[in-house]
């Protein structure tokens, strides 16, 4: 078999038969320390500064809102494991068949977003670099990863290991640099609590909306791997990665803001001109691992959107066709949104924090605290299965969180009363988390599902 054909995926949506199991949970650390430890997280962090934190209470805000972040994304990969499927396809247990379609439809777009981000982040940054135009760096950055996706899991894991030390050389080399500059005058200019509880809720948001990415990453691996491990290898691996390299953009923030806003790629690579050329190339490619996983995310959401078991005459051709058409659809949009960098990055994450809160507290609720892990998989890889077609009460605890977090919203697009009426603290994701927790709860026990305390996941024969 070539090496090619090991490499392309061939699976799409359906259950991971045990004899393609594969891997051990380390993978889950360099996978996800990749994914963070990246310039777009890099900007992320300049935001804490941005709002007018000093450098301590911005980072102090970055290893917060990490750290609570992450343990939701990372219970979420605790399925992987267990249920073999991919992370959203799970939520017609909640939703039903054809209700989850609404968190479908959130998610795709959500992947759209960020692929639009890590776009308008790489293509000035190429640009400048080679001296072509801004829109020809951003076709160049779509191509390249599109190769990556189109290969799909192996190929996005392999990349993933190289990544994670090639980036970790190039952001140590950086943050050496940037700490012999901080102005000794620079103090912030709002150091109060209303805008920490803002930047927290940007972080716990970056980590959140990992979320929906989880389980499809962790799903080839052995269906008797403990629970624990599974866990702390995706926790320890996006929350370090991102809580460090946040912790240098908020430094080069507070260094120069206007020029990191600009182009971050640039302004860090030129910090040290004699290697600013590979600092360039190593900044880029570290947006590759979570660049590519947006098409491949898309992919298996989507098609779980109009296929109930991602049985196809040809996954690779399937996959080609969608992930070509996702990135001429994030290249045109990226051509056509303006270069104001961390504003983009701060109304995109935080308005799919209002979105997929909703989301993570109901499926998760439903998996520790009401089905304890225990589904039919057979049953939600068939169009009439028994999670049946419509959830209207689990549709309903969705908007009405939503419509509860609105008072609670701050961004430069919209700020809500009750926010207004906190200096400016949003704490929409802790008022949503808690309403959409107890809610789901109390409607799933007074539906009476069904909770088993023992027996196995049973593979779906293929």
Known sequence: MSTEA?????????????QERHGRPFSLFTLWFASNFQINALVTGAVAVALGLNFG?????????????????????????????????????????????????????????????GGL?????????????????????NVVVLVVALFGYRLIHAVSRVISVLSAVGFVIIFV??????????????????????????????????????????????????????FAYTFVGSAVGAILIMGVGALGAAINYSALNADP??????????????????LLLSLLPASAESPYGAFLTALSAVSANGKLRSTKRARAIFVVGFTILSLLVTILFPNNILNNFEN?????????????????????????????????????????????????????????????????????????????????????????????????????IPVRSEGEVEEVQS
């Open 6 to 18: 090991n490499m392309m995926e061939t699976r799409s949506i359906e259950q991971i038969p045990t």
């Open 57 to 117: 209470l911005a980072l102090l805000a970055i290893v917060v809102g990490n750290l609570i972040g992450a343990l939701f994304m990372a219970y979420h990969s605790v399925q992987g494991p267990r249920l073999g499927l991919p992370q959203m396809i799970q939520s017609r247990a909640q939703f039903g068949y054809r209700g989850a379609m609404l968190p479908f439809v959130v998610v795709v777009v959500m992947y759209l977003g960020f692929a639009v981000a």
């Open 121 to 141: 982040v790489a293509g000035p940054a190429l640009a400048n670099w080679i001296g072509i135009s801004r829109d020809l760096g951003v076709v160049i950055y």
């Open 177 to 230: 640099e940037l700490i012999q500059h901080v102005p000794s005058n620079y103090h912030g200019t709002a150091n109060n609590l209303a805008t920490f509880m803002l930047a927290v809720s940007i972080f716990v948001s970056w980590q959140i909306t990992w979320a929906p990415y989880v389980s499809d990453y962790s799903r080839y691996l052995p269906s008797k791997t403990k629970g624990s491990v599974t």
């Open 265 to 282: 790629i640039g302004f860090l690579g030129h910090r040290i001109p004699a290697v600013a050329g590979l600092l360039i190339v190593l």
């Open 348 to 448: 995109v994450i935080l308005f799919l924090l209002y979105l997929l809160v909703p989301w993570t507290a109901i499926n998760l609720t439903d998996y520790y605290l009401v089905r304890r892990g225990h589904y039919d998989v057979a049953g939600l890889l068939r169009r009439h299965g028994p999670y049946g077609q419509w959830n209207i009460g689990t549709l309903l605890i969705y908007g009405l969180t939503i419509l509860l977090e609105v008072p609670f919203v701050n961004s430069s697009l919209y700020e809500g009363p009750i926010a207004k009426h906190l200096g400016g603290a949003d704490i929409s994701w802790i008022v949503g988390l808690v309403f959409a927790t107890v809610a789901y709860y109390l409607y799933a026990k007074w539906q009476g």
